[in-house]
Each structure stands twice: as structure tokens, then as C-alpha cells.
């Protein structure tokens, strides 16, 4: 019988199995940060170890730094600690640090494919629940709790169940102006914020495969929002185009050794999977979520389910979810005005999607109910963004470009929206308070996004007037 990608990689990295219980998986590549760092390496510490492997562990600040004036000192007082604290453990156990102000500086999930630390085949771990993100290289990668980021520094090696496999494929040509953001919110409003639980999701199909290397991140990235343990995707010619060249990728007969090994990675034709789901992408449309689980999303133009149209063993949590939002079953959300506008984060802060919202907004002026925040993903985004004139074009349509972090993704920073605001994110959870206390929060694609910062409310993209959708 014929073996899954996720087969292939996990089987390859199993160091000792455990009967009945869970596999000794080695580590490859394993990415930190402030936050769920400091308390693994004072573990270590405490016990008198040092970092294993230190040359497979890289770090940077995100989640905790502001995204202005990040030449000064962080304000606030635990914010500043984490991120002092980072520079400390890295320096004292010789880890490689991309610290604020580096040019490699950024989200942890968006650096480690732009420098070329993730590459196919690979196992990788963060202490961040969106490590998913990876997998679009076809890696094995997921996030993990602060004690198995010590276990990680000690031992480069982790404890963990193997989980069951599902496939979930999406066939046929992808209407025009759809991203894989719009893609990734169709599924997740198909199968549920639970629906993956339990699996490990592997992406398919002529529609993903169309994809660029962004849009499957973006994809790989939100399936833990489905429950997944992670995602990934087969890489293909795509994949080694995007890596090559790459600062920290293989180079000479390096490269062409492990490209070799890359091309066979793919699930075998006989594989088996404990679930497989296919859909259509001629049904996708632009979407927009409406409660406060990702797998609440609907298309643009649609609306809110009515009570009936809920599954019963759902109602309560989506009756509270309604009154939290302040939205009524069969609503329909076209033209409801919006407060403010976020595009960034570990799923769209990439230069693809800055592009996107530049193209929109070109010719165009921000509503003046919105204020918009624009962050890029890493420092090298915003030094694209610089060079490829999209930071003229922002300022030209009355935006400005932030500085890089996790910004308004989570409520762990400045950027926080107001209690009671509604906010178009571009980012990957709508979390009751996930933004700010009391903050309202519906996901869409960078291009829904933009529409709605130039019209004020919410509005299918595709219906502007003049817009050339790609």
C-alpha cells in the first residue's frame, strides 16, 4: 500500500515509538519567539541544560512589539521584558536571534519561508498555534505548548501522537478575483471549526496547485482554524522556485541533492486516507465571516443563517455568538458600515497581499469612517513595499504602512480595536476579544479588505466599479 505525504515525512523522523502510545519525532527546524520562550528556557536552566542543537533553532520578536517607533523602547513594561528576555537566552545559548530593528526581523511565520529556513520534508515546530503555516513547502509543521518548547531545546525531539490523515481537495478553475483566502474561508465554513479535529490535513487539487507560494501559506495556515492538528501541501515546481536562491536555502550540488529528495514528495497514487473531501472552486466566492469562530464565514453577498438553519446542538453558542457581534439571524451583511480595517498577520501580511491592496486602492481615498492599519508581515516586506512603490501608493489613497509584527492579529500589543468596533481582518481569528476586549471581528481576503476601507462597509470586491481582478 502506497504512503501519504504526511506518511513519508513523519515515518522518516521517528526517532523511538512508544507502544500504544505516542511517537519520539525528531525536530528539524524549530522557530521561537517572546512569548512562549522565556519560561522553556529558564526550564533548561533550571536543570543544568544546554540547548541541544542550537544551530536548528532560530528566533525573533513579534507578537509583543509595537508596529511604530520601533526604534524606541517598548513602552510597555511586560512587552519589553519578553522581548529583552528573548535577546538574553539567545545570546547566552548561542541561538540565532533576528532581533527588532534586523533587516530579517518579522512574524516568525513569515520569515522562515522568506530566508529559506522552511523547505519541503522538513518537521517543524513552533510555540505559536499557526507553525501550520509551513506546511504549504510540504513540511510537517505545528505548534506546540510552552513545556514542549523546552522538551524541543533539550532534546530537539518531541512527544507526540501521530494523527489520522484527511485530504481535502479542491478541483477546477478558481472564478476570477478569489484568493486562497476566500478559498480557505469556504472550507472552514464547509466543514466546521471542528471538523478537522483530530487530522492532519493535506491540500489538493487543481485549484490549490494553481495557487503562488503566499496563497498556499495562507491556506496551510488557517487549518488549525478547522481544528487540524496542521496542514500541508505536496511541493511542486512552484515550491523550489519560490526556495531557490534563498538566503539560508541549500546552494550548488547541495540544492540539487535535496531537490532530488523534494521531488519525491507526494502522496502515492494507492495512498490511503482516513477521510477525503472534495469541493468545487467555480462555487467559491469572495467571503466574510459573521461570528466568532472562523467556521462562521459565509460569501459576501450572502447572509446570516436564521436560527433554523443551525444545526440544534449549535444554536446556543451561535445565539451568543449573534448578541457578542451584535447581528441578527438572516442578516445580510452588504453594506453594514465598519469601523476599522486590518491587513497583516502570519496568514495575509506577505508582499503578495500588500500588492493586492495596492492594485485596489490605487486611484482610490480611504472612507473617513475607517481607520486602517497595514502591516507587513517581516522587515524585507516593507523594504519591498518601499521599493515596489506600493507605500506611495497607500499614502496617495490616505493609508500609511506600519511597522512589522503581529499587530492587531492578537490583542497583545498597541494595535488594539476599541470595545464594541467592527473590524474586516485579515488575519486568522475572530476570537471574542481576540482583537481587544469587546472587539468585533469579521475575516476576508486583502482585497475584501481594501473595499471595504475605500467604501466604509462591507462590499463584494468584484462589484466596483473599474476594478480589474486577476
Not at 436560527?307 to 447581528?327: A, D, H, I, W
Amino acid at each position: 500500500m502506497g504512503k501519504t505525504l504526511f506518511d513519508k515525512i513523519w515515518d522518516s523522523h521517528v526517532v523511538a515509538k512508544i507502544d500504544e502510545g505516542p511517537s519520539v519525532l525528531y525536530i528539524d527546524r524549530h522557530l521561537i519567539h517572546e512569548v512562549t520562550s522565556p519560561q522553556a528556557f529558564a526550564g533548561i536552566e533550571k536543570r543544568g541544560i544546554e540547548v541541544f542543537r542550537p544551530q536548528n533553532t532560530v528566533a525573533t520578536p513579534d507578537h509583543n512589539v509595537p508596529t511604530i517607533d520601533q526604534h524606541l523602547s517598548i513602552k510597555d513594561e511586560l512587552s519589553r521584558f519578553q522581548v529583552n528576555k528573548l535577546t538574553e537566552n539567545c545570546e547566552r545559548h548561542g541561538v540565532t536571534l533576528f532581533g527588532l530593528n534586523h533587516p530579517y526581523q518579522g512574524i516568525v511565520h513569515v520569515i522562515g519561508p522568506q530566508l529559506g529556513l522552511t523547505r519541503p520534508g522538513m518537521t517543524i515546530v513552533c510555540g505559536d498555534s499557526h507553525t501550520s503555516t509551513h506546511g504549504a513547502f510540504g513540511s510537517v509543521a505545528f505548534g506546540i505548548g510552552t513545556s514542549e518548547v523546552e522538551m524541543v531545546l533539550a532534546t530537539q525531539c518531541i512527544m507526540q501522537p501521530k494523527p489520522k490523515k484527511m485530504r481535502i481537495s479542491v478541483e477546477g478553475e478558481l472564478p476570477k478575483g478569489i484568493s486562497a483566502k476566500d478559498v480557505v474561508l469556504y472550507i472552514i465554513s464547509k466543514v466546521t471549526a471542528s471538523g478537522g479535529t483530530g487530522y492532519f490535513v493535506e491540500f489538493a487539487g487543481s485549484a490549490i496547485r494553481s495557487l503562488s507560494m503566499e496563497g498556499r501559506m495562507t491556506v496551510c495556515n488557517m487549518s488549525i482554524e478547522m481544528g487540524a492538528r496542521g496542514g500541508l501541501i505536496a511541493p511542486d515546481q512552484t515550491t523550489f522556485d519560490y526556495v531557490k536562491g534563498r538566503e539560508y536555502a541549500p546552494q550548488g550540488e547541495e540544492w540539487e541533492k535535496e531537490l532530488a529528495k523534494w521531488k519525491e514528495l507526494y502522496s502515492d497514487e494507492d495512498a490511503v486516507f482516513d477521510k477525503e473531501i472534495v469541493y468545487d472552486a467555480a462555487d467559491i466566492e469572495p467571503m466574510i465571516t459573521y461570528g466568532t469562530n472562523p467556521g462562521m464565514g459565509t460569501k459576501v453577498k450572502g447572509r446570516i443563517p436564521t436560527l433554523e438553519e443551525v444545526p440544534e446542538k449549535e444554536r446556543n453558542s451561535f445565539t451568543k455568538s449573534m448578541k457578542y457581534m451584535g447581528f441578527n439571524p438572516g442578516d445580510e451583511l452588504i453594506g453594514k458600515p465598519i469601523d476599522y480595517v486590518f491587513v497583516g498577520s502570519c496568514t495575509n501580511g506577505r508582499i503578495e497581499d500588500l500588492r493586492e491592496v495596492a492594485k485596489f486602492v490605487k486611484g482610490r481615498k480611504k472612507a473617513d469612517n475607517i481607520t486602517a492599519w497595514i502591516v507587513p508581515g517581516s522587515k524585507q516586506v516593507e523594504q519591498q513595499a518601499i521599493e515596489e512603490g506600493i507605500v506611495d501608493v497607500l499614502e496617495e489613497a490616505g493609508f500609511k504602512l506600519r511597522q512589522p509584527g503581529c499587530s492587531a492579529c492578537l490583542a497583545m500589543n498597541d494595535d488594539k480595536i476599541p470595545s464594541g468596533k467592527y473590524a474586516v481582518s485579515t488575519s486568522n481569528r475572530n476570537f471574542e476579544g481576540r482583537q481587544g476586549p469587546g472587539s468585533r471581528t469579521l475575516l476576508a481576503s486583502p482585497v475584501t479588505a481594501a473595499a471595504v476601507a475605500v467604501t466604509g462597509s462591507i462590499v463584494d470586491p468584484r462589484e466596483i466599479s473599474e476594478l480589474e481582478l486577476v
